[in-house]
């Protein structure tokens, strides 16, 4: 009888001794929900990570401040928008990678054999949705305002098992936006400020506004400025605007990117145009292209921070004297994607050409 009890106590306490002989305990599994409310479950933090389809250098560039992405990264949408691929110089893997077009299919991204699947949420039907019929898990991010910035970046410290560097880059972003948000935030005269975004197509130009909810219509409003166009394009994506409207707008302020023509060139023929002259922005010398290096800084990439507060100078400098541009971009490029003085005089400021 005796030893049956000593049985039954033994059984009982198997599991605790065979743990304290060193017997690993199972993980649990990483559950993660995406700002679309996707969830994805995975056994394991993702040791083969993909990112493709459109819009996969703002993808790229939040990735790639995670020190674990070079080893962890197998498969690399398109990040060339016109000056060059910024993960060339982030990755010393680079040549290691399958690289994958804006307009690859299930199939082709299956061939990476991803542990995880990374795109930007427009994408769930036309891509994600196929993709999850084969089993492949898929994050889904946003990106596309600074709340949004935030939510997704504590997402990836999860995916990267490093959630004390989303802790530091969500610090980094909330305290740089506030620093303008805290000097603008007393400003009672706002310059009327407009945005456009010039493109060609079959050799005729239009320019196009962002939506209200847009970071490129946040950051302008974030730096003191008073968007003007707003109230006819409060939602959706582009919208194209004509000369005569911008001309009724006559604002105080216009800036200009394009992100698939050289930003001098557009500028340049704006300023020589007889139309564009009569504004009174042009007249005032307040018609600018937003700054490039590998990407325009107004865009929802990692950049938006640096093109807040360039926005912010420019649009009152006597607010921002003491704002350093070139001292604050060479601090961003070395704290958050670990760019040497070398590499960031060769690849950023070259291309800023400052």
């Known amino acids: 009888m005796k030893k049956l009890i000593y049985l039954i106590m033994l059984i009982s306490i198997l599991p605790a001794l065979l743990t ?105 039907k036309s891509l994600g949705d196929p993709l999850s019929q084969l089993d492949i898990p898929i994050l889904y991010l946003n990106l596309e ?55 060609t197509r079959d050799g005729i130009a239009a320019f196009n506004i962002p939506p209200e909810s847009w970071i490129q219509t946040r950051m302008v409003e974030m730096a003191g400025g008073n968007p003007v166009w707003t109230d006819i394009h409060p939602g959706g994506g582009w919208s194209k605007v004509n000369l005569e409207q911008i001309a009724a707008w006559n604002p105080d302020q ?22 564009w002259q009569e504004l009174k922005a042009v007249k005032d010398n307040k018609l600018k292209a937003f700054p490039v290096d590998f990407y325009s800084w107004d865009q929802p990439d990692s950049r938006w921070i640096l093109g807040l507060k360039w926005l912010a100078k420019q649009i009152h400098p006597e607010l921002f004297s003491d704002l350093n541009i070139e001292e604050m971009t060479r601090s961003f490029f070395k704290d958050l994607y670990y760019l040497t003085d070398e590499q960031y005089e060769n690849e950023i400021l070259s291309r800023l050409g400052w």
């Open 20 to 124: 304290a002989a060193g017997t690993p305990e199972v993980e649990p599994n990483l559950i993660i929900e995406d700002t679309t409310g996707n969830t994805t479950t995975l056994e394991k933090i993702p040791e083969r990570i993909t990112f493709v389809g459109k819009a996969s250098n703002m993808v790229a560039d939040v990735l790639y401040m995670f020190p674990e992405a070079s080893m962890r990264i197998v498969g690399v949408g398109k990040t060339n928008q016109l000056n060059g691929d910024f993960v060339r110089i982030l990755d010393s893997n680079y040549d290691t990678k399958v690289y994958l077009e804006h307009t690859v299919g299930p199939e082709q991204v299956a061939v990476t054999t991803p542990d995880l699947v990374i795109m930007k949420n427009f994408l769930k």
């Open 145 to 199: 305002t600074p709340e949004a910035y935030e939510k997704d970046i504590r997402m990836l410290g999860k995916v990267f098992g490093n959630p004390e560097r989303a802790a530091e880059l969500i610090q980094y972003y909330l305290e740089e936006s506030n620093f303008i948000i805290e000097r603008t935030k007393t400003v009672t005269e706002k310059p009327d400020i407009l945005f456009i975004y010039h493109t």
């Open 254 to 275: 216009i800036y200009v990117v394009a992100y698939k023509e050289d930003i001098k060139v557009v500028l340049e023929s704006m300023e020589n145009s007889p139309e």
